[in-house]
């Protein structure tokens, strides 16, 4: 058994996929010889040829624009976005398109588009940001943001696999996390949380890196005689609200951690959904702990204060643990 890194499983999973599924294409910008700005599809062009990994201009509309016409037309495009942020360009095409096209006109559009997401490395306000946020409110449109790197293999061959359209949010920090790998596993349902680490005194709900930091603050709150338990949210729309509110239920205390501003991000709407679904089960107000609202900054010192943290996620959680 080896030891894969997470962009070397995206790879083999889209390899495997291709070589499955001959109408499934890659394209975006730099994806073919450069293979894609964090070396996601290096390679794929030696084996699939120039037909299935295109090349395309800069201009993320036009990209996203073909691509739901190669999908309405039979094929299965994956779409790479340089950067998460650039899919701001892309939101008239999802939005009144690719998100319309089944309920208004019945016809599917499997399409996957992936976004390399969030902060961390120092890119700066521009290519730092989780804008998933920006997406979750539409209605057809499907949104997944994994935390492990199995858990990257599985949903993707699940979103390959669909007739909708979905939205893939790869977190950067995540990219080179290691894993044991020797194949692909089992396709993943969307819609399905998982509970990351069991707990009794607080709930920690999350998604891609900050499932991470969530876990290590987890870790920190043993040794304050405080019992977290994580959830990795994975996938946001479908959202499992089954699972997330059996978690709060049982510990009656929550905070939530998303990487993305606090005022309309997504932690907010599932804070709605446990206040409805669980009054009368909460000895503590939900709380949220996000980053604040600034844009990301370019410097390290100042971006690694801003982010949620292990530490500040385990202060946040044993404030809500100790609220009376």
Not at 12 to 41: H, K, N, W
Not at 123 to 131: E, F, K, L, N, P
Request: net charge negative.
């Amino acid at each position: 058994m080896s030891s894969f890194s997470t962009i070397q499983i995206l790879r083999e999973t889209l390899a495997a996929e291709m070589r499955r599924d001959p109408q499934i294409l890659i394209m975006g910008e730099d994806i073919a010889r450069y293979g894609g700005a964090f070396g996601v599809t290096k390679g794929l062009l030696d084996e699939f040829g120039p037909e299935r990994i295109r090349n395309t201009p800069i201009s993320e509309q036009a990209i996203v624009g073909a691509a739901i016409g190669a999908a309405v037309a039979g094929l299965r495009p994956v779409v790479e976005i340089m950067f998460a942020d650039f899919a701001t360009l892309i939101v008239d095409q999802l939005m009144n398109m690719a998100a319309k096209l089944k309920p208004v006109y019945g016809l599917d559009c499997p399409l996957v588009i992936r976004l390399p997401s969030g902060g961390g490395r120092g890119y700066g306000a521009t290519h730092s940001q989780m804008v998933e946020r920006l997406f979750t409110g539409i209605p057809g449109l499907r949104v997944i943001a994994p935390a492990l790197p199995h858990d990257y293999s599985a949903l993707l061959q699940t979103a390959l696999r669909s007739e909708c359209v979905t939205l893939f949010v790869e977190h950067k920090m995540i990219y080179p996390m290691r894993a044991e790998w020797d194949g692909l596993p089992a396709p993943l349902v969307f819609g399905k949380a998982q509970i990351a680490r069991e707990g009794t005194d607080v709930t920690i709900i999350a998604w891609s890196w900050m499932t991470h930091q969530a876990l290590a603050a987890a870790q920190l709150l043993d040794a304050r005689e405080v019992s977290a338990e994580v959830v990795d949210v994975r996938s946001l729309a479908p959202l499992d609200v089954e699972t997330l509110v059996a978690s709060v239920q049982k510990t009656r205390r929550v905070l939530i951690v998303e990487e993305g501003p606090l005022t309309g991000g997504f932690a907010g709407e599932i804070a709605a959904r446990i206040a409805d679904a669980c009054h009368g089960h909460l000895d503590a107000p939900v709380k949220r702990l996000a980053f604040p609202e600034l844009p990301v900054p370019a410097a390290r010192t100042l971006e690694a204060q801003l982010l949620p943290s292990s530490n500040s996620i385990a202060d946040a959680a044993f404030d809500v643990a100790c609220w009376m």
